[in-house]
């Protein structure tokens, strides 16, 4: 089953240039960057270099080898290596600063690790139940209804998944049928298209746009027909920093209200919101019942690697959301569930400490990418931040991050991979700041030094 996709923005009117014509499509991003000399960098190249067909014949006296081709289902076969992974390859290979991939270099707080280890310890390390241990799934209720003020069942209505990636897929796939529509906003979050094709949807482009990256309404309601499933949203939005304003989600809430459709929303950097307050669309009046609402530790705690998510829904949407859990992970790690039952516990000066923390790395890096001669864009939430580089001269956002990789040394994230269609993030570019001050400081350095318009 193949992904339709119609965009409502104008045509293309940009003809790339033969350079750029090998990257148009997320597929290929960087792809020809991670070179077939260096194949331990990309596990496709590696694949593509090893006998798939070393044989021994019957007497065993010979070989006989061959390579063919890649093999994979038609719905995935545009969707090779992530950007984020090609990235972080690039970055080791030329030995530059990764301000492209959104993991911390620094590791998350002892009282959440100690709690792991002591589950550990404990002999808390067989299957969990599918749906979580009750510990965790109270722990989550007790949380959501501190964030939201709604009360949830967390026997019913809370799913814990491997992380706010499996929630996002379980979600699709559970309750999302071939043909189906669902409007996303671009740039997104790249799993979202890749899953939206294993189910078989039809995705419908909304495209938010700089400075202020504000949900064009009047498009949307353009956009949503009779065969709309649902709409996407990503509140704080990651790549852009954007957050959803009340104004936005009202209008959106009224929407799926009228037309019948569900929202899937991704809130997992809800608690970097800086300069305005984060609100869960479920929260609004006649939601609860069409929502659902993915988060997980990682961005909060600084633990990317545990891999710990959930999904909050109403029962007749849960069962769709726990049936594809079901047969994707099943259950998830055991203690580092009861730890992050632990960590949903913290005191609230513990996110009070942590949105000082990053608003302070925040200011160190936007100051210094205005200070090289970036244009950058606001960044209200999430640890990203966006800039346009065409000040610097380079045709693309593609061919500006190669540059950047291999002659400054700093990691950047081309914004068109994001994007359905390329031209729309051409000219964008995405740092992260979830790194240590230092870090952060060097990579500015690096910048002012070798950066040159």
């Known amino acids: 089953m193949q992904v339709h996709c119609t965009c409502t923005h104008p045509p293309m009117r940009f003809a790339p240039s033969s350079s750029f014509s090998k990257f148009i499509g997320f597929s290929k991003h960087f792809h020809t960057l991670i070179a077939p000399s260096s194949p331990k960098l990309s596990p496709f190249v590696l694949a593509a270099t090893m006998s798939t067909d070393t044989l021994p014949t019957q007497n065993h006296t010979t070989a006989t080898t061959t390579q063919r081709p890649l093999q994979v289902a038609k719905r995935l076969e545009k969707f090779k290596t992530t950007i984020f992974t090609q990235m972080s390859s690039l970055a080791i290979k030329h030995g530059a600063i990764n301000l492209g991939q959104g993991f911390p270099n620094f590791d998350g707080p002892d009282f959440v690790k100690e709690a792991a280890i002591q589950a550990i310890r404990d002999g808390k390390n067989q299957y969990a139940r599918g749906h979580g241990i009750p510990d965790l799934n109270l722990a989550i209720a007790e949380r959501f209804k501190k964030d939201s003020g709604l009360v949830v069942d967390p026997e019913k209505e809370v799913t814990v998944t491997c992380g706010c990636t499996e929630a996002i897929a379980a979600t699709i796939l559970g309750l999302i049928n071939p043909g189906d529509e669902v409007i996303v906003f671009a740039p997104f979050y790249d799993s979202y298209e890749a899953t939206l094709s294993m189910a078989g949807a039809n995705i419908k482009c909304i495209t938010l746009r700089p400075p202020e990256f504000a949900v064009p309404i009047e498009e949307l309601k353009s956009a949503v027909s009779k065969n709309t499933r649902a709409i996407m949203i990503n509140t704080p939005h990651n790549p852009t920093g954007k957050m959803f304003t009340r104004e936005e989600l009202d209008s959106i809430a009224s929407l799926c209200i009228e037309n019948d459709v569900l929202v899937f929303s991704d ?78 516990r913290a005191p609230e000066s513990y996110y009070v400490e942590l949105k000082r923390d990053y608003m302070e790395k925040r200011a160190i890096l936007v100051e210094g990418l205005e200070s090289v001669g970036f244009k950058v864009f606001p960044s209200r939430g999430t640890y990203f931040v966006v800039v346009d580089h065409t000040p610097f001269g380079l045709e693309n956002d593609v061919a500006f991050c190669e540059y950047l990789i291999k002659e400054v040394g700093v990691v950047a994230i081309p914004v068109s991979a994001f994007c359905l269609d390329p031209e729309d993030g051409k000219n964008l570019v995405r740092f992260t700041f979830c790194k240590d001050e230092g870090t952060l400081k060097a990579a500015v350095k690096r910048m002012k030094e070798k950066l040159r318009k």
């Not at 006649?286 to 909050?312: D, H, Q, Y």
């Open 267 to 344: 809130e997992v950097y809800d608690k970097l919101a800086f300069d305005m307050e984060h609100i869960s669309p479920t929260s609004l009046p006649g939601m609860f019942e069409r929502t659902v609402t993915m988060n997980s530790l990682g961005k909060t705690f600084s633990l990317t690697g545990w891999k710990i998510g959930w999904a909050i829904a109403p029962p007749h949407l849960t069962w769709g959301v726990r049936q594809a859990h079901s047969f994707l992970t099943f259950a998830n790690s055991t203690p580092m569930q009861w730890a992050t039952a632990e960590a949903l």
